[in-house]
DNA sequence: CCGATACGCATTTTT
DNA sequence: TGCGTATCGG
């Protein structure tokens, strides 16, 4: 029975062992952290621990998943009863429960960023109107210019993330100062709007899911004992990501029993732009008292190289728990440092040794990474591996549940539970189109906002609410009231799947979309119900007979893309942001754009702690690789970014010569940017934005002459090559593909006749195929203008 | 209600 | 650069 003990090291065993009180156990890259977290789960069910009494909380569902996945082989089917999940989907289950306590009802709904955005942008535009009644347009405009619904959303998040409800934010003075400051003075005031507002819905944005769980134990002492006697033992992975809120509410749970284990690495703390506080997982063993610390130090992922240059870099932090990761796997090759002149080489770099690894090492597509710091940086290497013909895929594109069509199903399904859910009704009402036009909606809104009632109610009843609409308007309302509620009444009697089929069909949506011939869109939406029968289908086997679309949407809420199985997605490099690779690893990994100002360097430099996490997101992207790493970098960017001297470079000199394979010209490369970089410090005009391309200079030199209007006939050849298909905006995920066309696709052109497309590139706008015709020979075809179909 | 056009804006994002 | 959105005219 304890043979699982002997499968672990000696660390590993000592902090699975402990269980006496609090512990924090700092997990390094690749040390195992998984295995402790289940082996101790495991252990903890072994030694008495009821399932029902451990919580054990992550932040992704996948996390969760796998977690539960392996404690099961460990223990059996009693795993199902543990209290395991993500911060948000626990806490919301335990506001499900105790939502009266706190105003809501149960079947509330989630807003995701989107949909707490677009109630922000209108209650900014109220409050604004209302505030400064008395001004001139102009004079408006000037002011409505600060209030950016991104930076209110993050202030508001912050806020939330902090446990600041808005009744205190508009007493605090720091609060209220910093708002000055930017020009937001009403932020307060949307603040409060957004929180009755949401209130009156019966929603919770995703903070709130923390904080009300925060505020329902902070004020109902009763209802916290009964959750902190329940949760006997309480484990929390990543630690180092938790938040203010959620750190909180830990500790309301842990006043009594002290039985907690914290797994982390405060060298993989990324994530401080959403709050996350690393001072959480340094200050843990003067938070917990007589907590006891627990070291994994030995690295089984990466080579010796790989942990000692991760070392010598992160070694320069100051606020850090000292530890000594080690390895004890091969040597292994240095870090390769590729040095070239412009973006499309370091895309033909990538390219050329990942062909060349595959072709002659035998290594497989899918053991490649090639990592970045921002998603737009990923084009170049996108289109450069599809010249080169290397299947790919991209993480961090619009997920599933992003798209349009799959929001609409949605939101259909969220009115049903909700009608009350404001944002779900306005994305519905008119969609698909029935005649229900802006004024009509305007009108229900002014309403809603004067009598503080949520849109369903004044729509079941508008003459109460003094609007007299016309005979026609007044039979479509009623016909959509009649829909939604035709769909409430399955809502208890049929199952998730049958209800979503009902949705799109009596909604017309199936209809609307076919007759759009939008395939894509069908194809996603039948991908849902699918998705629907499946989640039935599990939860039955489980034997849950009576799961209903309240479940299904209260799981599918805080979903991700990264929660899609992936399917038949073998033998691809993956592309993807350095912060979503944290917690992977891959036998070969790209750091690419070293030398990209992506962000104002000045701002990731400004502070000791910028600099920090900087120093940790560099350090993550080292410690994925298992065998090696290939660190590039170009002087020349083409189309995006600007030759500022990088913030990584400087991260680059600082890991020891003795892991770095330094091509010779790299050297003086970082010295004259380093002097670059420390003039432009101190005189501060040079500070520029990163958006502006190299060409700017040539645009500012021509700014002066008035635009001249396109001669005839470039108009006429414009108007001839008329769009005729729309090109997707959001990354392709299968390539080599591009809106639908592909590589070795026949294709017939209004002018050229029958071609092959050899390929493909680029995104969006610019997207350009290159054909060889039949009897035109090679084109290059920019598909936004061409005329063409697909034939084969 | 659509399409064409113009304009502004822009890290990272586990939920 | 290239996207989302606001705006206008049909």
């Given at each position: 029975m304890n043979d699982y003990l002997d499968e672990l090291n000696e660390s590993q065993r000592a902090a699975v062992l402990y269980n006496d009180g609090p512990s924090l156990v700092i997990a390094g890259a690749g040390s195992g952290k998984t295995r402790v977290l289940t082996y101790k789960i495991a252990h903890l069910m072994n030694i008495g621990y009821d399932p029902w009494n451990i919580l054990a909380l992550t932040f992704t569902n996948k996390a969760a998943r796998e977690m539960k996945e392996r404690i099961t082989r460990q223990v059996g089917e009693r795993a199902r009863y543990l209290w395991m999940g993500t911060f948000h989907s626990i806490f919301s289950r335990i506001l499900r429960i105790e939502s009266q306590a706190l105003g809501f009802s149960s079947n509330f709904t989630i807003y995701d960023a989107s949909d707490s955005k677009s109630l922000l942008k209108s209650i900014i535009k109220e409050k604004f109107d209302e505030a400064y009644k008395s001004l001139t347009d102009?004079?408006?405009?000037?002011?409505?210019?600060?209030?950016?619904?991104?930076?209110?959303?993050?202030?508001?998040?912050?806020?939330?993330?902090?446990?600041?409800?808005p009744s205190v934010?508009?007493?605090?003075?720091?609060?209220?100062r910093a708002d000055r400051n930017d020009n937001i003075s009403l932020l307060g005031e949307i603040y409060e709007c957004y929180w009755e507002r949401c209130r009156q819905d019966n929603v919770m944005d995703f903070d709130d899911l923390l904080l009300y769980t925060y505020i329902l134990f902070r004020d109902n002492p009763e209802i916290r004992l009964k959750y902190a006697l329940q949760f006997r033992y309480i484990l929390v992975d990543e630690y180092q990501d938790t938040n203010c809120a959620q750190n909180a509410i830990i500790l309301q749970l842990t006043t009594e029993y002290q039985r907690i284990c914290v797994v982390g690495d405060d060298a993989q703390s990324i994530y401080s732009f959403r709050g996350a506080k690393i001072e959480n997982i340094l200050n843990f063993?003067?938070?917990?008292?007589?907590?006891?610390?627990?070291?994994?130090?030995?690295?089984?992922?990466?080579?010796?190289?790989?942990?000692?240059?991760?070392?010598?870099?992160?070694?320069?932090?100051?606020?850090?728990?000292p530890k000594n990761i080690f390895s004890k796997n091969s040597q292994g090759d240095l870090i390769e440092i590729a040095g070239v002149y412009s973006d499309y080489l370091e895309g033909d770099f990538v390219a050329r040794k990942i062909e060349y690894l595959h072709s002659y090492k035998k290594c497989s597509y899918e053991d490649f990474v090639v990592l970045y710091r921002a998603n737009a940086q990923s084009r170049i290497?996108?289109?450069?591996?599809?010249?080169?013909?290397?299947?790919?895929?991209v993480y961090g594109g619009l997920s599933f549940y992003q798209h349009k069509e799959i929001k609409d199903v949605l939101a259909y399904c969220r009115m049903a539970i909700n009608p009350d859910d404001g944002e779900a009704f306005k994305r519905i009402l008119n969609y698909p189109a029935r005649g229900i036009g802006n004024v009509?909606?305007?009108?229900?809104?002014?309403?809603?906002n004067a009598f503080g009632k949520s849109l369903w109610s004044i729509l079941?009843?508008?003459?109460?609410?003094?609007?007299?609409?016309?005979?026609?308007?007044?039979?479509?309302?009623?016909?959509?009231?009649?829909?939604?509620?035709a769909i409430m009444a399955e809502l208890n009697v049929k199952r998730v799947d049958e209800i979503g089929k009902t949705i799109i069909e009596?909604?017309?949506?199936?209809?609307?979309?076919?007759?759009?011939?939008?395939?894509?869109?069908?194809?996603?939406?039948?991908?849902?119900?699918k998705g629907m029968q499946d989640f039935c289908r599990n939860r039955y086997e489980e034997g849950d007979e009576r799961v209903g679309l309240v479940d299904y949407m209260a799981e599918v809420a805080l979903l991700t893309d990264q929660d899609m199985s992936d399917k038949e997605d073998f033998e691809k490099v993956t592309l993807m942001t350095i912060h979503s690779a944290k917690g992977l690893e891959f036998k070969k990994v790209f750091i690419v754009g070293l030398e990209e100002g992506i962000f104002p360097s000045e701002k990731c430099l400004h502070s000791e702690t910028a600099i920090e996490e900087e120093r940790r997101l560099f350090y993550v992207a080292i410690t994925r690789a298992e065998e090696c790493c290939y660190i590039s970098y170009a002087e020349n960017r083409s189309k995006y970014g600007t030759m500022e001297f990088s913030s990584y470079s400087r991260f680059l000199e600082e890991i020891d010569e003795?892991?770095?394979?330094?091509?010779?010209?790299?050297?003086?490369?970082?010295?004259?940017?380093?002097?670059?970089f420390r003039a432009s410090q101190t005189s501060s005009s040079t500070a520029r934005s990163p958006f502006v391309t190299r060409s700017q200079s040539l645009i500012d030199r021509y700014a002066e002459r008035p635009a001249q209007p396109a001669s005839a006939p470039v108009q006429q050849e414009a108007r001839r090559f008329k769009k005729v298909s729309t090109i997707p905006s959001s990354r392709p995920s299968a390539s080599p593909s591009v809106g639908g066309l592909q590589a070795g696709a026949v294709i017939e052109h209004e002018r050229f006749g029958v071609g092959d497309v050899i390929s493909v590139v680029g995104t969006g706008d610019n997207c350009k195929a290159t054909v060889r015709f039949r009897n035109a020979g090679e084109k290059q075809l920019l598909l936004k203008f061409a005329r063409f179909k697909v034939i084969g």
């Open positions: 102009e004079e408006k405009d000037k002011y409505l210019k600060y209030y950016k619904v991104n930076l209110i959303q993050s202030r508001i998040s912050n806020a939330k993330n902090q446990l600041i409800v934010y508009m007493l605090d003075d720091e609060c209220k063993t003067k938070n917990f008292v007589g907590a006891k610390l627990y070291r994994l130090e030995q690295n089984y992922r990466s080579t010796q190289t790989i942990v000692g240059a991760a070392n010598s870099l992160i070694k320069n932090n100051v606020h850090q728990i290497i996108e289109e450069t591996l599809r010249k080169n013909f290397i299947p790919y895929r009509t909606l305007e009108k229900l809104l002014d309403a809603s079941k009843e508008p003459i109460s609410y003094g609007l007299n609409f016309n005979k026609g308007t007044t039979a479509k309302l009623q016909k959509f009231r009649e829909l939604i509620e009596l909604s017309g949506i199936k209809k609307h979309l076919s007759l759009e011939k939008e395939e894509d869109k069908v194809k996603n939406v039948d991908e849902l119900l003795c892991y770095i394979d330094w091509p010779k010209k790299r050297r003086r490369m970082l010295d004259e940017g380093a002097s670059r």
